[in-house]
């Protein structure tokens, strides 16, 4: 059974540092992996998605990896900013499903100016 | 402007008692999505529909019930067979039911037991 892990599950760090966030799955038959952020109280936007053959996707300031045979994925955030504060969440789409997503618990992400 | 429109924000239920979340989108979407977040834990899937008049159970369906009489809209019931409801509903859209497509999220509900 497909289980995704985020660690650690809050992060706290000064503005302007380039800071890492994990990702782990256990089956790595999958098709693709999803980064979301979301606001306190709010919806999920999706950030950047990975296909099972890619290793890294690139969006502005954010760079997702993939390493599908170690089950790890990162999303790297360059130069960090206040704004950038909100929890971040990985889902994977089992190579089984079309329609299932398998969540991480998330990453709350705090900023500090 | 284009985009999921979930309603009421908060929403509070009396033991016993049905209560129906709103999910509209105006995306021309096919495909609709109920997951529900709970604190400290991955969103979980209640229910899908890949197309008007299909829906299609999730991990979580008991307790709950869906319709999709129209492309625009998916809401959801939450009945009083669901003893825990208090968690945050969340709807989504995309274009297919497919492996690569992204989804798109409304800005959830809130729903609390008095």
């Known amino acids: 059974k497909q289980e995704v892990t985020q660690i650690p599950a809050a992060l706290s760090v000064p503005e302007g540092e380039n800071l890492v966030l994990n990702c782990s799955f256990t089956d790595s038959a999958i098709y693709n992996l999803q980064w979301f952020r979301q606001d306190p109280g709010k919806g999920l936007t999706s950030l950047l998605l990975?296909?099972?053959s890619q290793r890294e996707q690139t969006s502005g300031r954010l760079n997702a990896s993939l390493d599908k045979s170690s089950g790890r994925s990162t999303l790297y955030i360059a130069a960090s900013q206040p704004g950038d504060s909100a929890t971040y969440l990985c889902?994977?789409?089992?190579?089984?499903?079309?329609?299932?997503?398998?969540w991480g618990a998330g990453t709350k992400l705090i900023i500090k100016p | 402007d284009g985009g999921i429109t979930q309603s009421p924000k908060y929403l509070f239920r009396k033991e016993g008692q049905n209560v129906t979340l709103s999910c509209e989108q105006n995306?021309?979407?096919?495909?609709m999505y109920w997951y529900r977040q709970d604190p400290g834990q991955g969103l979980r899937l209640i229910y899908y529909s890949q197309i008007v008049n299909d829906f299609q159970k999730g991990d979580i369906a008991e307790g709950y019930s869906v319709s999709r009489e129209k492309k625009e809209s998916f809401p959801l019931t939450v009945t009083s067979a669901q003893k825990n409801p208090t968690a945050f509903y969340l709807c989504?859209?995309?274009?297919?039911?497919?492996?690569?497509?992204?989804?798109?999220f409304g800005s959830g509900t809130q729903l609390s037991v008095l």
């Open positions: 995306l021309n979407h096919d495909a």
């Open positions: 990975i296909q099972s």
């Open positions: 989504a859209s995309s274009f297919f039911l497919a492996t690569n497509e992204k989804l798109l």
């Open positions: 889902a994977v789409r089992p190579r089984d499903s079309n329609y299932q997503l398998i």
